[in-house]
């Protein structure tokens, strides 16, 4: 059972690196989290883990403490009407509005194992023939180190393209080896997956025209989801659309951000 010590000890850290705000009552999640990793570690249990961590700390010990106290859920078009709006609304106006430049790019901020950027990949190859002679790059980034390698390799199991991606699209898109389905070249094309913390600076992160940060907000308090929005907001062009998870509220948005709705999707337009 973890004390009240090994509680502050584990939740400022984890606070302190990663934003997420692991608030009193959350003892049960932060003890079945690191008891795992105490077994993976070879550790007795978790208070060899605290001790560890307190006297023994190296920087593969942080990030094993971080990656296990992240909730990787995702599944193929999460929700749906996200991106039925990015397919009838958004993307035909940055379509619009890029012509000249004829450049799109996307960023899915927090993107855990790729299915959400996969999901806006598969979007363009089956809606947006044009767009195959512009230059469109998805930037994938995640916090964690093995959610980007897995999304990295384009490699799911059974279960995992059973949630949300239609039979057709697993078809034409997956090629199945062995008890995966890998996806083709063509998917993986504008893909740029990289690790990269919400907390620390956006390098390589620029000019982006479509940007989704979608259930990751919900596990930061107010300050941090105020400093994360405006930072994405600086790397957005004008006009760009941002889109957040359906429960999360833009708490902290700059007034340059506008509220827009399409059907059942809400999401934010930057002035100009
Ligand atoms: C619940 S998943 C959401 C994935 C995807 N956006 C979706 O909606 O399906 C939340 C992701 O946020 C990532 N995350 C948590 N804290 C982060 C941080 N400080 N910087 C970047 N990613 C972070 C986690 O590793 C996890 O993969």
Redesign the pocket.
Known sequence: MINPEQFRFFAEMVKE????ALVKGKEYLLESRLNELAKILGLKDIDALYKKAKFQMTPRLKEQI??AM??????FF?DQHPFDALRKHIIPEMIERNAAKKSLKFW??????G??PYSISMIINEHFPALANWQVSITA????KQ?ISKGMAGRFTQVEVNRGLPITLLIKYFKQQGAFWVVNEKLKRPMRFKQ????GPFIGINGMDIV?????L???DHDTKKQ?LEKIVKVMNPGGYLLL?ATETPVGLPPSMKRKSFGRSVCWQKDG
């Not at 990269?196 to 907390?199: A, G, Q, R």
């Not at 989704?212 to 990751?216: A, E, Q, T």
């Open positions: 690196h990663s934003g997420i971080i990656e992240t909730t990787n859920e995702t599944y999460r899915s901020a927090a993107c855990s194992t299915q959400e980034t995640d916090i964690s959610a990269m913390n919400l907390m989704l940060c979608r259930y990751v919900i596990y930061f994360i998870g």
